[in-house]
């Protein structure tokens, strides 16, 4: 009998608390309480904010903030939780687990000391566990025993263990930095493979770490790329003296920094990757020493040595021929960086023109080439390899136009354009003031001239 009464009177104990339920805002003192069902005050509004009531039976708590820090109380409005937070949901955290009756200081949560904005951790009382030595500090993440939670040390982030231990170095510069490398720590994965860029604090040069925040790729550089999404690739770019270059993620050197760019260091990979022999690449760069240009294959060694004043690209950067700038004239070059012309063209384009005829096979002096003779300043046409055939005794000259046998080119002689062919003589007098004059005409000769 006595048991019954006993279960009953708990009974209308549990219902009675169970009415402090419904947070409340009182305007008069802009504060949230708690109301019965009944809309009288159980716990007088003396909160900045409050959530509801969580939890069953006795045990119930709700989140509440006081003198802009959250903690918990009970149905009562006891303080079972101390208002340390600055985050509700870490005091939720901590309302939960005493919820459970956990034993204080089995799990912990960061809390900043008023004194000196120190951060450590504590246990849902509010008692220290981990002294306030941290600059910032987050809430612990995993299970034990594998469960960290990262902190801030001299302007750096790490991460602590269950028991405190800084079990991986404050290297990070972020804690989304440090809590990728703690969740890969809790796996105990890809420690040979898993690399994250930071910068030396002492130099501002940036280097690579592994998930423990040690240096496995020293900080000697000045700018990067990532080893993929998930910092698990083999390879990425890195900036070193301007230039740009590959290493693997052990820090070797697959590409010599001596790209203009990561995009050109990032398609020299590539070729790497695909198998491509050192011998079918090019692309020209300059010499960071003389700012003379040549080409380098994609580990970034030089192919065909820096003399050059100005280069263009390979076709496909495998082509093989390219132009190159000598001395002011342009010339035409090969792959293994023979001379294939003369350097005579004013223009680089008039150059790619005379290396596609090589590159073609067609006919030594099918097609030809004004040039002007920089001793003389007269203009005369040169074949593909930049030899003249036209001698030079124009005042100036235009590119031939039309087919075979009835092409003309217009050619200054005496102050007047005229055309003339490919032996040099003039087909079309010259009387005319412009070249497009002659060319009109010339056109009209041509079209006369067809055999």
Not at 102 to 124: C, H, I, L, M, T
Not at 137 to 156: L, S, W
Not at 416 to 422: A, S
Not at 440 to 451: L, P, Q, S, T
Request: hydrophobic share 35%; proline share 4%.
């Amino acid at each position: 009998m006595k048991r019954i009464i006993t279960i009953i009177l708990l009974t209308l104990a549990a219902s009675i608390t169970l009415e402090a339920q419904t947070p409340a805002w009182e305007s008069a003192v802009r504060l949230y309480g708690y109301k019965n069902d009944n809309g009288t005050w159980r716990i007088s509004p003396q909160y900045q904010r409050a959530g509801e009531f969580q939890g069953s039976g006795a045990r119930r708590w709700a989140a509440v903030k006081i003198d802009g820090k959250w903690g918990c109380i009970d149905v009562d409005g006891n303080m079972i939780v101390r208002n340390l937070f600055d985050e509700r949901s870490v005091a939720e955290d901590a309302g939960k687990e005493w919820q459970l009756v956990a034993e204080p200081g089995r799990w912990v949560y960061p809390s900043r000391n008023q004194s000196d904005g120190k951060w450590g951790f504590v246990d849902y009382y509010g008692r220290w566990k981990y002294q306030p030595v941290y600059e910032a500090a987050n809430p612990f993440y995993g299970t034990d025993p594998k469960a960290f939670a990262t902190v801030r040390k001299d302007g750096r982030w790490g991460c602590i263990d269950g028991k405190g231990v800084m079990v991986i170095n404050p290297i990070f510069m972020s804690a989304e930095q440090a809590a990728e490398a703690g969740k890969q720590w809790i796996h105990g994965r890809n420690y040979y493979t898993w690399r994250t860029p930071v910068t030396n604090p002492k130099t501002g040069l940036w280097g690579f770490v592994d998930y423990l925040g040690r240096w496995v790729v020293p900080p000697i550089y000045q700018d990067h790329d990532y080893f993929g999404e998930d910092n698990n690739y083999t390879y990425t770019q890195v900036k070193q003296d301007g230039r740009w270059g590959n290493i693997d993620r052990d820090g070797n050197i697959v590409s010599s920094p001596i790209f203009f760019t990561k995009e050109d260091a990032a398609y020299a990979l590539a070729q790497y990757e695909h198998g491509r022999s050192l011998e079918g690449w090019r692309l020209p760069v300059t010499n960071p020493v003389n700012n003379k240009w040549g080409w380098v294959d994609w580990s970034g060694e030089w192919r065909i040595k820096p003399i050059y004043e100005d280069a263009t690209r390979f076709a496909n950067d495998t082509g093989l021929f390219a132009t190159a700038k000598l001395d002011g004239y342009w010339l035409v070059i090969s792959d293994t960086g023979d001379h294939l012309s003369r350097n005579v063209f004013t223009l680089s384009s008039e150059a790619w023109l005379a290396g596609n005829e090589w590159d073609t096979h067609q006919e030594l002096g099918h097609w030809l080439y004004p040039v002007q003779d920089p001793g003389t300043q007269a203009w005369g046409y040169v074949n593909y390899k930049g030899i003249y055939v036209i001698k030079p005794i124009f005042e100036d000259a235009k590119l031939f136009t039309f087919v075979w046998n009835d092409r003309v080119a217009p050619a200054k002689m005496d102050g007047k354009w005229g055309c003339i062919d490919h032996t040099g003589q003039f087909v079309v007098t010259n009387i005319y003031n412009t070249s497009a004059e002659a060319q009109i005409a010339g056109r009209r000769w041509a079209e006369g001239h067809k055999f």
